[in-house]
T-cell receptor
Framework: AQKVTQAQTEISVVEKEDVTLDCVYE???????LFWYKQPPSGELVFLIR??????QNEISGRYSWNFQKSTSSFNFTITASQVVDSAVYFCALVNAGGTSYGKLTFGQGTILTVHP | DTAVSQTPKYLVTQMGNDKSIKCEQNLGHDTMYWYKQDSKKFLKIMFS???????INETVPNRFSPKSPDKAHLNLHINSLELGDSAVYFC?????????????FGPGTRLTVL
């Protein structure tokens, strides 16, 4: 069985601060993918990034960066110089290759990020 | 050009009624999903179809019946609605069931059962 834990329920920052959203996962499989999705106040789920279990290189996309560490089973997400438009619920998710996974995404509980002007 | 669309966006109904939510994707994907997001924002998979064939059924009450008339559509029919069915329902699609394929989500349908 797999599990994703986002221990931070809510984070509040002021614009231009950097913020890191934590994600810790559990899986018995050696082959798996990790994802981050954003859910803005409008409600839709927006795909941000996908990372496979064999690629521990960090990734940067504009103000967003992701740190994947297999040793600590973590896939943390950092927003640099946060903006009000970053306010959303952020979900970390996992899919593994084992058994009858069939692409079943297991989500964390989500972290509500509020960026104040 | 919406990739994954759902109708309706909002659905308010009385307990005991039967209702359907429709989902369509224009991405040419083979696999479609239904997820339920509860009031605490927790997202959980309900069903998955690959090429119109059911492949995941996550112990959902049999009042919920998905129907896939073709690869581009996956509808969700709910019988005898209960208060606990109130949630946001998301449809998603991916190229295939392979874990390498990203799932893209629709805008969600907020169901309120009174």
């Amino acid at each position: 069985a797999q599990k994703v834990t986002q221990a931070q329920t809510e984070i509040s920052v002021v614009e231009k601060e950097d913020v890191t959203l934590d994600c810790v996962y559990e899986t018995r499989d050696t082959t798996y993918y990790l994802f981050w999705y954003k859910q803005p106040p409008s409600g839709e789920l927006v795909f941000l990034i996908r990372r496979n279990s064999f690629d521990e290189q960090n990734e940067i996309s504009g103000r967003y960066s992701w740190n994947f560490q297999k040793s600590t089973s973590s896939f943390n997400f950092t927003i640099t110089a946060s903006q009000v438009v970053d306010s959303a619920v952020y979900f970390c998710a996992l899919v593994n290759a084992g058994g009858t996974s069939y692409g079943k995404l297991t989500f964390g509980q989500g972290t509500i990020l509020t960026v104040h002007p | 050009d919406t990739a994954v669309s759902q109708t309706p966006k909002y659905l308010v109904t009385q307990m005991g009624n039967d209702k359907s939510i429709k989902c369509e994707q224009n991405l040419g994907h083979d696999t479609m999903y239904w997820y339920k997001q509860d009031s605490k924002k927790f997202l959980k998979i309900m069903f998955s179809y690959n090429n119109k064939e059911l492949i995941i059924n996550e112990t959902v009450p049999n009042r919920f019946s998905p129907k896939s008339p073709d690869k581009a559509h996956l509808n969700l029919h709910i019988n005898s609605l209960e208060l606990g069915d109130s949630a946001v329902y998301f449809c998603a699609s991916s190229q295939s069931v392979e874990i390498t394929d990203t799932q893209y989500f629709g805008p969600g349908t907020r169901l309120t059962v009174l």
